[in-house]
Nanobody
């Protein structure tokens, strides 16, 4: 059973940076894609960024140029570097992984297609 644990959330001001980390245990390996999603109060969970096994990255438009996703395959870990944070970025951030069947798979942006999830870490942006 795959388990994911996020860390690194917190309270910051607009324009600040945060680095979220995700540690996976229990069997992830080649062919797994890793991603980050977020959910703000009263809103649906949304795709933020994802990376496949070969390191190709994908982002939602609103975070392009500000967020960077990375993964260390040998360590089964992944990070989300978030710069120039905006009030609209405030949410609970979730790490997720799922088996894609291909090292070069383009990760799905639909959270319902991802199998394994962390418990989430809160990112709050003060006014």
């Amino acid at each position: 059973q795959v388990q994911l644990e996020e860390s690194g959330g917190g309270l910051v001001q607009p324009g600040d940076s945060l680095r979220l980390s995700c540690a996976a245990t229990g069997g992830t390996g080649s062919g797994y894609v890793m991603g980050w999603f977020r959910q703000a109060p009263g809103k649906e969970r949304e795709f933020v960024a994802a990376v496949n096994w070969t390191g190709s990255t994908y982002y939602r438009d609103s975070v392009k140029g500000r967020f960077t996703i990375s993964r260390a395959n040998g360590k089964n870990t992944g990070d989300l570097q978030m710069n120039d944070l905006k009030p609209a970025d405030a949410a609970v951030y979730y790490c997720a992984t799922t088996f894609s069947g291909s090292l070069r798979a383009i990760p799905s942006r639909d959270p319902d297609t991802w199998r394994y999830w962390g418990q989430g870490t809160q990112v709050a942006i003060s006014a």
